[in-house]
């Protein structure tokens, strides 16, 4: 049965091409959200240009006929812009005003008595929304289009019984076939035997259909080691060159962030793998923001990249015997104190993910912090910007989203995972243990 499907603002400004995911249903957009995407078009960031995106989508749809009859959409359906008209009068007196949520659930109720018979859904991203629209006999619903429901996140690892016999062939030869059910390329695994209690560590080889032995790190990465199986498994994916995307989820104090930096300036410094380290984070503050920064934008960008100098310090406070150390790769690191002279050297560069659109960033190791306030469609952009023998790390906690527009479901990283698990070039681990300090391990588990 076809449906009409009553679009809210935030839709559009998380994806773009929403209008086109309803199938052969008639996608109905509130004039009122016309008039959002135009105050939003004028954002320098990714909202301002996926309200742009949006606005130049339904002009060259108006092209093909009148927005306010409809236009054909691709895939069977139709597009119209809806005016509330005298709906508001539908309205109970609690909702009369012009909040914009209102008349989008005015327009709602207006094209349901037009066509009778005929299904109204509202789509919004906006929890309140729903709410209300619910209480007005409206059905609402989540736009779904790219959701991963948090626990059901791939988790990059999978433990498996085995017997004595398997787990001593694993050491003794340092790979065994793959046993069903079938793995993802890259994935770990952890093999135990029940009865004796002995176990081994493993990564599938796709290519090969193999398990091949993980064996202990016993080298440091820049003064840190592993302190769990999950950090094994981080950074060994970290360090191999043949993988260009690398997700790390966990929750705060897991080692995601210094991990990665750790890897990376190990692949700069001591292997010249890479030419730079690149970092940045989106700008999204937390609790209430103290407004506009001075200075340049190194330094706007200070206060938001902390924590990443704090990781480089606490990595150079972990390394002090290497840097006084000589020998191959050492002398870049020799004598260095701290962040700031990585940056005058141009081993560490900051950027604002803002001014990363547009740009081809070729031999570079790139860590995107935070990863998980980011729509699928910022992940996308700052992916394809990745050039020849660069390697792009995400980093993020699903359950700690300071951007209203995405959740634990449909952020950028956890759709990232699920969309990437399947490909030879990625991989994923989710880190699980904090390691920072037992206080913070404990606040992260009961606060």
């Known amino acids: 049965m076809i449906k009409n499907f009553v679009l809210d603002t935030n839709v559009l400004l998380h994806d773009p091409t929403a209008i086109f995911k309803f199938q052969d249903n008639q996608v109905v957009i509130p004039i009122m959200v016309i008039e959002e995407l135009d105050h939003f078009k004028k954002d320098l960031n990714m909202l301002g240009r996926n309200a742009r995106t949006v ?23 139709t597009l119209r812009v809806a005016f509330g008209g005298e709906a508001d009068a539908l309205l109970p007196a609690e909702l009369h005003g012009s909040k914009e949520d209102n008349h989008i659930l005015a327009v709602a109720l207006s094209v349901r008595d037009l ?3 005929v299904p109204v859904v509202v789509i919004s991203k906006d929890t309140n929304l729903r709410i209300k629209a619910d209480a007005l006999g409206l059905a609402a619903e989540d736009f779904e289009n790219d959701r991963v429901e948090i626990e059901e996140l791939y988790r990059g690892y999978q433990e498996r019984e085995a017997t004595k016999a398997s787990i001593d062939a694993l050491y003794a030869t340092g790979e065994i076939a793959a046993d069903p059910p079938a793995f993802y390329p890259n994935e770990y695994v952890v093999y135990r035997d029940s009865a004796t209690q002995a176990s081994a560590l493993g990564r599938f080889d796709g290519p090969n259909n193999r398990v091949r032995l993980l064996p202990p790190m016993k080298e440091e990465i820049w003064g840190i080691r592993p302190k769990n199986k999950e950090q094994h498994f981080a950074l060994d994916i970290l360090l191999d060159d043949s993988v260009k995307l690398v997700t790390l989820a966990g929750k705060a104090g897991t080692g995601k ?9 190990r692949k700069i410094t001591d292997e010249d793998v890479y030419s730079r380290l690149l970092v940045s984070r989106p700008v999204l503050p937390m609790g209430k923001d103290i407004g506009f920064l001075p200075g340049d934008m190194e330094e706007k960008l200070k206060p938001w990249m902390q924590p990443i100098f704090d990781n480089v310090e606490y990595l150079f406070g972990s390394n002090k015997d290497k840097r006084s150390r000589s020998g191959p790769g050492g002398s870049q ?14 081993i560490l560069e900051i950027e604002a993910l803002t001014y990363i659109r547009g740009r081809s960033i070729p031999n570079q190791f790139i860590i995107i912090d935070e990863a998980q306030n980011l729509t699928l469609h910022e992940v996308k952009t700052i992916l394809t910007r990745a050039g020849e023998n660069s390697k792009v790390v995400l980093t993020g906690d699903p359950y700690q989203i300071d951007n209203p527009f995405v959740d634990s479901a449909s952020n950028g990283l956890s759709c990232a995972v699920e969309r990437f698990k399947g490909e030879q070039m990625a991989g994923h681990v989710l880190l699980v243990k904090g390691e920072r300090s037992p206080l913070a391990e404990l606040a992260a588990n009961i606060l």
């Open 115 to 117: 066509e009778k018979g």
């Open 55 to 77: 606005s130049k989508i339904i002009d060259r749809l108006r092209a093909q006929g009148n927005l306010a009859k409809g236009v054909p959409l691709e895939n069977g359906g």
């Open 333 to 346: 690191v020799q004598g260095i104190r701290g962040y700031q002279e990585l940056i005058n050297m141009g």
């Open 257 to 265: 962030t210094l991990l990665a930096i750790a890897a990376g300036l």
